[in-house]
């Protein structure tokens, strides 16, 4: 049997056999916690020295020689690689905590270590694990309903408590010196996107687009009433600003789609082809006569746009983008207020969508298309300028 990181457990004559790597070292009962309540407090006491005026920043260097200084949590315990299985637990509750919260990763796990030192003290005096356990549920219940007692309530006019919400998050944070500016788009941005139900305001942040382009200043930050698309007008005659756009939300695609199966076509006339590729022009340019009669300036697609129909749409004077991602097509339907259509030949004025205006710009060396100025938007995106560092 080959040496391996795992161990093979046999029954020989009953007695088991264990076969381990070389060097490896086996614990057991108290011994094995007394270790993983070590590795815990190791960890917590790595991150101890990020929080605090005088915290500091940690230079981590991975296998590859990349080197990364930050003071989040997260990334320090991501960049750590720990191989501990309880130091992966604790990557995994910072994890938890940041894709839950967005922050207080750091005390997630200082916390963790701090309790763990504690529950030390309890077993030194032989008492058993699940009574330890049993207190701290206990003391999760008294602490949460304390908490409770003593939390002040907010409402959604208070823009004021909103924003010292939002800079507290960002305190430490590369972002810290423009806090109280990203405090005031993120409110804003929140409370945009916010939907009364049943009785209770309940923001999304699925419905909040974070664009980030290198480049400028972190004040070039912006709130945008609207989507920004990554992507840029499919052809240069085509309109690159509309004013009081009229746009048709896609699912399907401007072109002649290929038959599922294999199919053949039998042509004994040359007048048959002009009539096949004229028959496939008609059909583009019947989407584009759709478009016209609805009064549509503007499209975007999930799916493709043939050279053809950029021609008609061109011609037209409509603005169009193809292959916009699903998740972005969606916010756009509901910044817009339209509707996704997956066939053209059904769709109708009460499926358009609404924009102030519609732009590509330049931002760094992209071009970037700006649906924006929406009546009520109720998805917004916020496009993050800045140079990066390697703390980041």
């Known amino acids: ?146 908490l409770r007692k003593i939390a002040i309530p907010v409402k959604r006019d208070d823009v004021t408590t909103l924003k010292k919400v939002a800079s507290t998050a960002m305190h430490g944070k590369i972002s810290e010196t423009v806090k109280d500016y990203f405090a005031e788009l993120a409110v804003k941005a929140m409370l945009q996107v916010a939907e009364e139900r049943n009785g209770k305001w309940v923001a999304d942040l699925d419905n909040v687009q974070i664009v980030k382009k290198h480049g400028g200043a972190l004040e070039d930050t912006q709130l945008v009433y609207g989507i920004v698309v990554d992507k840029e007008v499919v052809h240069a005659a085509m309109p690159k600003r509309v004013v009081n756009a009229k746009i048709a939300l896609l699912d399907a695609p401007l072109e002649v789609e290929k038959p599922e199966i294999d199919a053949e076509i039998r042509i004994n006339d040359p007048n048959q082809i002009r009539a096949f590729l004229e028959e496939e022009e008609n059909i583009l340019k019947s989407y584009v006569d759709k478009f016209k009669a609805l009064g549509v300036n503007a499209v975007f697609t999930t799916k493709g746009i043939d050279d053809m129909a950029q021609y008609y749409l061109a011609k037209a004077g409509i603005l169009a983008v193809r292959r916009v991602k699903r998740s972005d097509i969606e916010k756009l339907v509901r910044a817009t207020g339209g509707r996704l259509v997956t066939n053209i030949e059904d769709m109708t004025e009460a499926d358009l969508g609404f924009a102030g205006l519609i732009e590509e710009r330049r931002i760094g060396d992209e071009k970037m298309v700006f649906v924006e100025q929406c009546k009520n938007p109720k998805a917004v995106s916020i496009l993050i300028r800045g140079w990066l560092r390697e703390a980041c």
Not at 58 to 74: P, V, Y
Not at 86 to 107: A, M, N, P, R
């Open 1 to 146: 049997m080959s040496s391996g990181t795992q161990a093979y457990l046999a029954q020989i004559g009953g007695v088991p056999v264990l076969v381990l790597k070389e060097g490896t070292q086996r614990a057991f009962g108290k011994e094995a916690m007394r270790i993983n309540i070590m590795v815990a407090k190791a960890v917590a006491e790595v991150m101890k020295s990020t929080l605090g005026p005088k915290g500091m920043d940690k230079m981590l260097i991975d296998s590859l020689g990349d080197i990364t200084i930050t003071n989040d949590g997260a990334t320090i315990l991501d960049e750590m690689d720990v191989q501990h299985p309880i130091g992966k637990l604790l990557v995994e509750i910072s994890k938890t905590q940041d894709d839950e919260v967005g922050d207080g990763t750091t005390t997630a796990v200082i916390l963790a270590g701090a309790l763990l030192e504690e529950a030390e003290k309890l077993l030194d005096k032989n008492i058993h694990p699940t009574v330890v356990v049993s207190g701290f549920k206990k003391a999760l219940d008294v602490a949460t309903e304390h």
